[in-house]
């Protein structure tokens, strides 16, 4: 497993030192792409940055300083004005939230190979993790109803990669042992299916599909699986 640092030229297009996109060097002969993607900003904005309930917390927020205002006795138009001060607090928050997921995507490329997978992450600093498929021990799928997902990966012990040096590329609440995760990405169930094919081609090993069912009373549901297995 290895990482590497890049930085863009001074006055040069993002990323446009690559010699082949996402990648910091050209495939090795004999290595064949099998695909590449990124997170879709919208669907990260919503699980990995949280937007829908940061909104709905600045709207709780807005609704409890009007009451306070009233209850003190003010007017509606008081209330409102109260409301209006606060709001462009509330809406630079949400914003840069926003921004942040837009540019976690635009900087975002994760390949796979019949060897690897790569993922090409970083905003300011440019980072690639390179996984071999024969470290990587177990995949996991958690699947939204519009068919974007989540892809973490258990790696085998003795590989570690810092919590703090993935997100949002990580698997939440996994500091022990932290876990590299695809985020939103469109089409995820192929994608995992691509990911099992080419671990078990490249390990020999069978690999275990995981059952992903999306759940008819709930927005999204969540499928804990071994899509593959060591």
Known sequence: MSAGHRHSPPGQHEHEFEPQRGLPEPL???ERLLWQGAPD???????AFHVRKLALYFAAVLVARAAVVLADGGDAAAALRAVVLLAPLALLAIGIALGLAWLTARTTVYT??????VMRIGIVL???????LRRIASAGLRLDRDGHGDLPLALLPGDKIAFL???PHARPWCFARPEPMLRSVPDA?????RLSAAWSAATGLAAVPATS?????APRAE????????
């Open 189 to 193: 169930a192929a994608v995992a299916q």
């Open 126 to 132: 440019t980072v690639t993790y390179n996984l071999p």
């Open 41 to 47: 900003w919208h669907a990260l904005a919503r699980r």
């Open 223 to 230: 499928a804990r699986g071994r899509l593959v297995t060591s």
């Open 112 to 117: 796979l190979t019949d060897r690897r997978l």
């Open 165 to 167: 040096h993935l997100w």
């Open 213 to 217: 069912v999306t759940a008819p009373d």
């Open 28 to 30: 090795p002969a004999g």
